[in-house]
Antibody
C-alpha cells in the first residue's frame, strides 16, 4: 500500500522558518515526481512546489519562489520543503502528493497533511 | 496562468439524484483536466484524469467529459458518501505549474 506521511508542521512567527518532511512507503520513490500542495483555512487547493524523480529539476509557485526550497533524499524515500521568510498568508495545511513519472502530472496519492500556522 | 472557474459554487441535491458539476478554463487545456473529491478533514482523492478516465477504484457512477475549455463531472446517482467538495485541476501548461478550480460543494438537500 502506498503511504505518504507528512511531519514538521507547527506554529511559527512571521519571518521564521520551518522544514516539512514527507516519508513515502510502498512505492519506487525515485521513479516519481513529488509535489507540495497547500490549502489555507476554508480555501481551495494551491500548487506550491514540485521536484522531478531524480531531484534534478524543481518548480515553484510565484507566491513562494525565493522563500521555499523543495528537495528529496531518494535513499531515505523522503521529500522535504524548507520554508523561510514565512508570512501569515502561508498558513495552511500542507500536503505532499505523488505525481507521475513526468513532472507535469496528476496527483493520485496524497498524504494526510501537516498544519503550518504563521502567527505572532 | 490558466484560471479554472467551477460552477455552481454549491449544489444541493438528494441521494439518488444526478449531479452535474462544471469547470471552465480561461484558455484551452486540451483534455489535461482532472477532478478530485475532498471530504472534511481529509486529503483530496483523484476521481477522473485526462478529462474522462476514471482513476483506480473509482465507482462507475462518476464520469467526466469535455475538452478545450468546458468540462463536466457527472455523478449518475448520488450516494450518501458522495457529498463533499469537488475540485478540477489542469496540467496543460507546465511550467509554471498546474492550477485548481475554486471548488464546488455538493451538499445534501
Amino acid at each position: 500500500e502506498v503511504q505518504l506521511v507528512e511531519s514538521g508542521g507547527g506554529l511559527v512567527q512571521p519571518g521564521g522558518s520551518l522544514r516539512l518532511s514527507c516519508a513515502a512507503s510502498g512505492i519506487a520513490f525515485s521513479n516519481y515526481a513529488m509535489h507540495w500542495v497547500r490549502q489555507a483555512p476554508g480555501e481551495g487547493l494551491e500548487f506550491v512546489s514540485a521536484i522531478t524523480g531524480n531531484g534534478g529539476s524543481t518548480f515553484y509557485a510565484d507566491s513562494v519562489k525565493g522563500r521555499f526550497t523543495i528537495s528529496r533524499d531518494n535513499s531515505k524515500n523522503t521529500l522535504y520543503l524548507q520554508m523561510g521568510s514565512l508570512r501569515v498568508e502561508d498558513t495552511a495545511v500542507y500536503y505532499c502528493a505523488r505525481g507521475g513519472t513526468s513532472i507535469s502530472s496528476y496527483l493520485p496519492t496524497w498524504g494526510q497533511g501537516t498544519v503550518v500556522t504563521v502567527s505572532s | 496562468e490558466i484560471v479554472l472557474t467551477q460552477s455552481p459554487a454549491t449544489l444541493s441535491l438528494s441521494p439518488g439524484e444526478r449531479a452535474t458539476l462544471s469547470c471552465r478554463a480561461s484558455q484551452s487545456v486540451g483534455t489535461y483536466l482532472a477532478w478530485y473529491q475532498q471530504k472534511p478533514g481529509q486529503a483530496p482523492r483523484l476521481l477522473i484524469y485526462d478529462a474522462s478516465s476514471r482513476a483506480t477504484g473509482i465507482p462507475a457512477r462518476f464520469s467526466g467529459s469535455g475538452s478545450g475549455t468546458d468540462f463536466t463531472l457527472t455523478i449518475s446517482s448520488l450516494e450518501p458518501e458522495d457529498f463533499a467538495v469537488y475540485y478540477c485541476q489542469q496540467r496543460s501548461n507546465w511550467p509554471p505549474g498546474y492550477t485548481f478550480g475554486q471548488g464546488t460543494k455538493l451538499e445534501i438537500k
